[in-house]
């Protein structure tokens, strides 16, 4: 994959002379984006592309070309991939589409593509995709917008949406392969490359269809322990698995046979692929629990009933606190409050102001052996009321401890976009939209813990 | 209702001197929501609050008071709601906590409260809440922070929490009714205020427990015909009723039970609280839906398959898309571009542009008689490749069709919080995080299509 991800002379061929809003140019997009190497535009009926000479054909390059990247009409593809092929080229990308996830001809087409793959010695990525992206040294291949983060996340997926959305699909991407129709290079390629990375500390897979199913199964197993990997699988339903057919050409698979492969290979497996860039997040940023006693600290003795029903759904339980715990907080509040876990703070706020009820609670907890992790509640207020945000309060806080449980917010109020960044800021912190997410988020905790420690006891 | 939603005349019993930040002063934050009324802070201990005469007494005012607002330690409270029904005041808000939340001596005092609502013609809404916010004449009796918004959706709820972070709750909210620990006003009282009040279009409903069970069905079964209700139950769980009790001393009920019978009264019910601002969009704007025949159109094959799998999921079905219909979007793509639905117009965008390609496949899918309702995939660009965003043209489009089918928009990108507000704001399309969401949005159409409808045929 190296080709691919890092290449220093890339080819492209069947570049248009239009540049611009709307031209959707790849070599433009390129240059954008940063890329450092060489660039060699192939198009026999222009000159010059952007500043540089455009060749006719890739044979006339005449230097030893990384990558060549395809985009022309499908009736094309298959003699421009020889001359590549004559011109010792290893890597291609086909990007256009009309193959698998087109008619009979196209079939026939990829079918062909796939035979040059394993007779000519040439890897090809797709077709019908957007390429790479490597925001580590500046370098895309795709021809629609895409953001440069360098977020130690490699993303593999089938679709270009997820390149150029990541935010809907895997939160931040640092590297991400589309792998298309996939004629050559799949899932294990990807994983495999991923896996070896040191750019890359957890991997995030979007799949459409699945047929490398056991080498893929035993490379996640084994990648697995060193990085978290997280996987969705579109097409679960019969209307799924025709569309995902002739969306790539790809045979969905069984299901629930491949969530059950997965899983057993410990790899954190999801349902909703909306929850990925959640997941993603948790098992990035937050130390793994080997156990299932949750604290609770809360502004509100609503939410704290919310919680209650989110943990139990997600095979959590609330900790029974110490009394050492118990008596911190009680120091602080009135009376006649009864308190338990979900630990309701709100008296003491009101006597002692948020900050210092909340860091008080918030260390009695991470203090507490009965303690595996945390979960934070407190509301998210406009500026003016800025004396109940306690972002900066608990991250303060969380430097007096090492990175050992993991502590979650979750939040309320007129201010959340803002007050959630501040919470994340530090990465010690995590924040979520729903409790249930909240809850869930906790469990994969658990389960990657049990995944890559599974004789120890919690 | 009316003295507590729409009081002339209010007096706000043990209100404190100090104002300002972190001081939590109702009084000041009842003038800065803006009420119009006249305010009578009664503290024995200070000669004027915020400008303003402080009686010792609620009995020395002398005037007509349309509603009381208690905030004073528990031990005083049952003293000066005596002191009200001397003064002949018909309405009364407890704020403070420590009764069916907290211990015994709270119990106790409680009953008491109850009994004297039964026995002294003075209704008691609370103790332990923020009380009421009614946005369309300015008036909160919450001494948190809230937000100010004349949106049609009446909230009923146990924990000030929702009025305070509506966000995360209901979405929007106009007027709201905290019921706390719900000594004397409940549910039904509430409902009934809300299913009469005509600046009310929709009611959401967050519930810890309920013991009105039968008659606030019936209520809710008559309500519904006209307007939308939405309920929440937390304290579902073990934990989680437990919690509630604790909270506000309420029985949480047998969770299934209730779901059922508000269902069969043609409620919404949902599991997830989180899901509770998607539900109230939903119903609140978009036009029901007699059957489940789903158009999709979209810009990636990969979303497509996604969109398939929410549907099976929540009992939709991809509709069959007339000739008519494939025959438009056909002339705008390449030949060798299979159509179907989900309706994949990359193709078309990438030789049309995106405008002239959605354009023409909504207005295709809109006319065509096998749809019901309509998902509409695209990007969320940012500014500098706006030509990819169609929330405008979406937008135009719908001003040429009566609000008979649910259109709904999905997107992906890097600028999504942006593009999703432009494409609800004419109110004719809504937007969801993700495709389980929007899916499922379109169920609740239907669910509520069927249950005030039930002898119609789809």
Known sequence: MQNFMEPKRVALIGISRKSGAGSFNLMENMLTFGFGGEI????????????????????????????????????TTL???????????????????????????????????????????????????????NSFNNFTTSFMPV?????????????GIHLVGPQRFSGKIGKGIDLGNACDIGFYDALAHFGQDPEIKIIAIHMEGMNQGKDF???AARVVKDKPIVVHKSG???????????????IAGNYRLLKAGLRQAGVTFLDDGGHMPYAVKTLLNLPLMPDSRIGVITYSGGAGIMVSDGLEKHGLHLAAFSAETIDRVAALSPQWMPLTNPLDIWPAVMLHGARKAYSVALKAVLNDPNVDGVICIAIA????????????TLNTVMEEFPARKPVIAWTY???????????ESRKRIMAYPTLDLATWALSLLIDRYKAIHPDRQP
């Not at 092929?85 to 008619?103: H, P, R, T």
Request: aromatic residues 4%.
């Open 413 to 423: 109020g007129p201010n959340i976009a803002e007050v959630e960044k501040r919470y």
């Open 79 to 133: 003699s421009i991939l020889k001359d590549c092929v004559a011109a010792n080229i290893k890597a291609a990308i086909v990007v256009n589409q009309g193959f698998n996830d087109a008619d009979r001809r196209g079939q026939e087409m990829q079918q062909q593509m796939t035979d040059m793959a394993r007779r000519d010695g040439i890897r090809i990525l797709g077709p019908n995709t957007l390429g790479v992206i």
């Open 147 to 159: 953001s440069k983060e360098r977020a130690p996340v490699g993303l593999i997926c089938q679709s």
């Open 236 to 250: 679960r339903s019969k209307t799924g698995a025709r569309a995902a057919m002739s969306h790539t050409g790809s």
């Open 40 to 75: 060699f535009p192939v198009n026999p009926n222009a000159g010059e592309i952007l500043g540089q000479r455009a060749y006719s054909n890739v044979k006339e390059i005449k230097k030893e070309i990384d990558l060549a990247v395809i985009s022309s009409p499908r009736e």
């Open 217 to 219: 199964l035993s490379l």
């Open 381 to 392: 207020p406009l500026p003016e009321f800025s004396f109940l945000d306690v972002s900066e």
